[in-house]
Structures are given as C-alpha cells and as structure tokens.
C-alpha cells in the first residue's frame, strides 16, 4: 500500500508519489481538479461530437452514393468519327451500283410482295442498321417529264441518282426494323398524292418521304430519318463515309456515333430481308 | 384412443421445443375479426399470394435462362438452322429451351406470365376498393403511399420482365419505353446512362435483368414487410357507414371476436391461395404463351409493336397527336403523385363513398379513362389520334361521370334531410318543424358542402 508507483521527474506536485495523495483523496476529487483547470462546457462538445460524426457520416455517405453513382455509368462505347465503310453483299462480294441500280429496273418493277428483298447493313455503330434503297424508277414506270419516278433524290448516288440509305431506327420512339419497313409501290394501297412508295412505322404509323430526305409524311415523328452519305469509287463499290449534316441523332443514341461499338472501316455486311406486308391502317 | 393420447402428447414436446427456442406464435399477423372473413377484405393478401407465386416461378426459371445478347451460330439449342443470316441471341434461346425442352417449363413460364398479369390486376382491384371505400384515412395514410408505391415497383418488374425473352415485339415495346424517357428535357440526358449503361444491347438486357431479378423484387419484399407491418399496426379497417363524424368503430361482439392467425387465418389464405394456383395452372396449360420471333430476325415481321395491357394506355397516349414525351410521361406522372397524396387531398373524415361525391367521381373517372383507353389501344395499336376525336371519345368520361354522380348526391342529401325532418317532427311531438335547423347541421357533410 505505501509503495505506491514509482513516479520520478513525471510528478505532478513536487516530490513524494501523487498516486497516494489521490487514492485517499475524496471521491470526485479528480473531477474537480479537471473542473478547477477550466470548465467544459458539454453542450458545446456534445454539438462538436455531433458535428464530427454528421460529417464523417456524410463524408462516407455521400462517398458511397457518389460511387454507386459512377459505378452504373459504365465508359458509354462509341467511335470518335464516321469510318469509310465498304459495303458488302451478304455472299461475301462487294455491293457495287451496277449490282444495286442494275437490278433496279426490273428489281423495283416487278415487286411481288413475297419475293423482293431490302438491304439491310449496319452503320455507323453495330446497332443502328439503315436501309439500301434502289428507288429507281420506284412507280414502276419508265422516267419521263411527266413521271420523273424517283431519280436524282437527294443524296442519291447511281446513274439516276437513286440509291439512298436512311436510318432504319424510328425517329418517333425508336422501333427498328422490320417494325419500321419499307414499303415498295404496290405494297400498300395508302398513297400520298402520286407517292406510292414510302417508309412506314407500325409501332405509331410515323410514315417518312424516301424521295424527299426521310422528311415526314404523317406523324406523330417530327423528325426526318438520318441519312447516310453515300460514295462511289470508280469501279462502283458502294461505301458509306457518314450521315448528312441534317441528320439527327439515330434514335435511341444521344449521339449518332455513341452507344456501341462502330462497325470498323473495312467493310459491312449489308444483310437482306423480304419485304414485310402493308401494315398501314385503311 | 391410447395412440391418439401418446400422439398428442409427442407433438406437445416437439412443438413445445421449438416454440421455447423460437417465440414462433409472435411472428402470426395478428388475429382478425370475424366479418373480416370475405374475399373483399382480403384483396391485399391474394396479391401477396401472387407476388410469392412469381417469387418461386421466377426462382425456377432462372435455372435456365440466359441474360445475354450474344449469337452462336454453330450451337443452336433453340433449334434454329446453323448459319442463319440472323442467329438468335442467347436470351431468346435460353427462352426457347425452357418452353420446348425443360420438362414442364413451357407450363412454368406460362404461370410466370399469366401470374404477373394476375398479380397486376389484384393490385389494381386492391387499389381500388381501398380508394372507394375510404381504406387511406386517418390513421393508414402511410399504409396507401406505401401501396402506391409498391404498384411503382410492380409496373416496374413489368416493364423489365417484358424484354428478357428477347423477342422482337418486347424489344421495341422496351425500346418506346426508353425512348420516352430519353426524349425528356434535362431528365432524359440525365438518366439515359443509368438506363442503357454504355449503350450497347448487352448493357441495356444486364440492367433489365438486374432489376428484374434482384434490384426490384428486394425493393417489393422491403415495401411489402412495411405495408404488411402497418397494417398490423392499424388492424383491418372497420367498414364503412354514414356516421356522419368518422368510420364506424367496430361493435362490441365483432371486436371481441377475433380469429387467430394460426390455423384459421393461415387456412382460409391457403384455400384461396390454392384456388389461384388452380386457375393459373389451368389457364397456363389451356393457353400456353407462343414465343414471338426474337430480336434480329429480318424476316418475320413483329406485327404490331405493343406493350403488355397494363401499360397499353400509356402506350395510346403517345398515339394522340400533339402528344409529346413530356406530355406523356408528365400525365403518368401526375396521376401517380395524385394517388400517392390522396390521402392528404381527401381531408374529411367520412369513408362512405356516397359521402366524398368528389373523389368518387375522380376516382371513377380515372378507372374508365385506364379502361377506355385500354380498350382504345388494344383495337388500333399505333393508330394516330387527332386531337378532336381524343376529346370527343375522353371528355364525356368525366362528364357523364360528373353528372351521374352529382345526380346521385343530391338525391341522398334530399332523402337525408327528408328523414332528418321526419326523426325531428317525431321527437317534437306536436311542434310542427318550419324547417332544417340550420343548412350546416343538415348537410351530410356536415358544414362542408
């Protein structure tokens, strides 16, 4: 009991051990000292110790929401420009205009529902297809004065003038193809003055002039559909270098060129499907 | 006689020792009054039942499926020819497989679909009856908000469900979807990457799966333990009566007569659960669900695109011309914060629908417009509306709503006041009565007409 620690030049009060002044000191006796050397004021540390856990608290919070926020918005994929893409037939040969407009006159004139075929090819992400569309002479009949049929459209590439690709993605609320399709003369009974011959949507009946950049014959779509720029080397192999200044964004994408990965600058499968069945509403 | 005693006596101990080491008789909802025991009372419970039917449906058919947009030409489990032009993805592949060669799976999948309608037309008749009969007034407000969004939640687990099996025709009802929300100002940007992720088909079926598996169904389990928690907290809501003051309390006998939870409650659930299942299986096996074409598939046209019949009003919405995104999305939303908060625009007391003309009539309002234009999109899905027929086939909706239930009104406060006036010539003997006190004492509606 009288030993006590040994307590050396860390003594409070001069010599002598001051463990034994306190251990027979009354109860309370160290509070006092403490209070003697100034008062706490326990409102103003509780308000501190709030503070400090509310801002750990929030620190961490906030960290973990600010994460969780960046964790599910992953890098969006895309493409930095338009790439200069040769298109290709689906055995493998390059398309060319002979190919696509050679066929035309007859391709276009003798449309039998069940057997004519779209082309269809990716560009310029692996998720926005277009269509390729021969629309010479899209009524069928011979150009004349009278009947210009659909020759030197805007964009239009060919010896007419008349081979265009339009994004096949809705500008309404984004149905693709072959919910959006293309519908040769004498698929549809609907006609728009002499215009047999038209985009359709069924998804809301958006209806879209293939002679007239995609502009919008019906609604509800306000916008026209995007164009793909079109090209020609001097053997006729058909690529395709970008979309039209007017052009806006593939629907589904807020930018043309981001949302997937691009279709690469060599080549591009230009796929076929048969022509879907009017579904126009009489 | 000995066996039964020796029995009894084993199955004492053994439910004895469990419930020492359990409390398991404190996890019963608990007991209910007696006339509660009608299907009318009970509408929220055969919803919980649907939600656990799919919960273990859906548990099932994750076994098989397969989240992925990916093609493989060279196996075709779906038995799609080799080298097709357009192979199918895996998603609708794995879809293929669980209809036309998992044992049973074409049945289970069925249920799943058919369960999810069921599940969403329970919920709407809950919905309803709750709003007819006054079930979100003081004190069971929280109860109504956490149900509404609970229906968020459910439409939600519809929307992502639709695209998984990757057919063309849910893959552009999922795509209009989107692109609703997309095409709002500030909004759309804003939210675009948290729904597509970076774009591709891939990121956009991992985050549908994600929720629809996970995500969603946790929030559901969440909200559906508060609702059913508040629910115990306030017991089951009296009926309701034309106390001119407040709810009918219940009487003496029916509060004294409770039910306990264990068996009679947990067996009169069982029977109409069973009896859900056996339709749902009956119906599943009658009409199995066909598989539309999958996503890529150039050559078969999707036909109409549509959405399941729950969101097809939205859906015919966005047909009327002149209708925008914003519009859209804005009516949605607008009729959403009106349910959420109804229990704080509906401030009277009474319960009785013939006492709150006013929200019967919005209320009614709402259900026939959701009907009309059900009806409207499932007959000319994707036919565009001019703005004058829309509202010469909507308007009268409300109007005839209106006049009806203004007419019915009128006719209860004058049959009230009549009756009023003959209890006050009876009790004044032979003091003939000039007229009603006063209109306020009069009026149902106690001085709030």
């Known amino acids: ?282 | 006689m000995e066996f039964g005693r020796w029995y009894n006596r084993n199955l004492n101990r053994i439910w004895g020792f469990i419930e020492d080491r359990t409390s398991m008789r404190r996890w019963a909802v608990r007991p209910q009054p007696e006339f509660s025991f009608k299907p009318s009372y009970w509408t929220g419970a055969f919803v919980a039942i649907a939600f656990l039917y799919q919960a273990v449906s859906g548990a099932l058919l994750l076994l098989y499926y397969q989240p992925s947009t990916a093609t493989n030409a060279t196996y075709t489990p779906c038995g799609q020819p080799i080298g097709t032009l357009s192979p199918a993805p895996a998603a609708w592949c794995s879809t293929y497989y669980i209809i036309h060669s998992v044992p049973m799976g074409s049945l289970l999948l069925s249920t799943h679909l058919y369960g999810a309608y069921a599940m969403i037309f329970l919920m709407v008749v809950h919905l309803f009856r709750g709003y007819y009969l006054g079930a979100y007034k003081a004190p069971r407000e929280f109860s109504w908000m956490v149900g509404t969004l609970l229906l968020v939640l459910t439409l939600g687990m519809g929307f992502t469900g639709y695209l998984l099996p990757y057919t063309q025709l849910s893959y552009n009802a999922t795509n209009v979807g989107l692109v609703l929300a997309l095409r709002l100002p500030t909004l759309g940007p804003l939210l675009g990457p948290f729904l597509l992720g970076d774009g591709t088909s891939q990121s956009l079926l991992s985050r549908m799966f994600a929720a629809h598996v996970l995500l969603l169904p946790l929030g559901i389990a969440a909200l559906l333990y508060a609702h059913i928690a508040l629910f115990e907290s306030h017991g089951i809501a009296p009926p309701t009566s034309s106390d001119p003051l407040q709810r009918r309390r219940f009487t003496d006998r029916e509060g004294k007569s409770h039910v306990p939870f264990m068996p009679h409650i947990l067996l009169y659930l069982a029977k109409w659960g069973l009896l859900y299942l056996g339709i749902l299986f009956g119906m599943a096996a009658l009409w199995p669900w066909n598989l539309p074409t999958y996503v890529g598939n150039l050559s078969v046209s999707p036909g109409v695109t549509e959405p399941d019949w729950y969101f097809l009003w939205l859906f015919k919405l966005v047909d009327f011309q002149g209708v925008t995104p914003v519009i859209a999305v804005g009516a949605a939303t607008a009729i959403l914060l009106f349910l959420l908060f109804v229990p704080f625009l509906d401030r009277s007391k009474r319960t009785h629908p013939r006492d709150r003309p006013v929200f019967v009539w919005i209320g009614t309002s709402l259900l026939s417009f959701f009907i009309v234009m059900t009806v409207w999109g499932g007959e000319t899905p994707g036919v565009e509306i001019a703005p004058a027929l829309a509202v010469q086939t909507l308007a009268p909706i409300f109007l005839v709503n209106a006049v009806a239930i203004g007419l019915f009104h009128r006719r209860y406060i004058r049959t009230y006041r009549r009756r009023l006036a003959a209890r006050d010539l009876a009790s004044s003997g032979s003091r003939v009565p000039v007229a009603p006190r006063s209109p306020s004492s009069t009026h149902p509606r106690g001085g709030r007409p």
Do not use: W
């Open chain 1, 1 to 282: 009991m009288n030993g006590g620690l040994p307590c050396g030049t860390s003594c409070p009060r001069g010599g002598g051990s001051g463990f034994e002044d306190l251990r027979s000191a009354p109860v309370g006796y160290v509070r006092r000292v403490a209070a003697v050397e100034g008062e706490v004021d326990e409102t103003r540390r509780n308000l501190l110790k709030l503070a400090a856990i509310a801002g750990l608290l929030g620190v961490g919070v906030g960290g973990a929401v600010g994460g969780a926020l960046q964790y599910v918005r992953p890098p969006v994929v895309g493409i930095s420009s338009y790439p200069r893409t040769q298109l290709f037939d689906v055995d493998g040969s390059p398309l060319t205009l002979a190919k696509v407009g050679g066929v035309s006159p007859t391709y276009m004139g003798e449309y039998s529902v069940a057997t004519a075929d779209l082309y269809l090819f990716n560009y310029p992400l692996q998720n926005e297809p277009n269509f390729l569309l021969n629309l010479y002479p899209a009524n069928g009949l011979a150009p004349s004065p009278s009947n210009p049929g659909a020759t030197n459209v805007p964009g239009g590439i060919g010896d007419h003038g008349s081979i265009v690709a339009y994004s096949a993605i809705c500008q309404h609320l984004g149905c693709p193809a072959p919910a959006l399709s293309f519908y040769p003369p004498g698929t549809c009974p609907k006609t728009f003055g002499s215009l047999s011959f038209y985009i359709h949507c069924s998804c809301h009946g958006s209806t879209y002039d293939v002679t007239n950049a995609a502009s919008n014959l019906t609604g509800p779509a306000v916008l026209p559909l995007p164009q793909v720029v079109l090209e020609a080397d001097a053997s006729g192999n058909i690529y395709a270098t970008g979309m039209t200044p007017s052009s806006p964004p593939v629907n589904g994408h807020l930018n043309t060129l981001q949302g997937d990965y691009g279709v690469g600058s060599t080549s591009q499968l230009a796929g076929e499907s048969p022509v879907i069945l009017c579904d126009f509403p009489t």
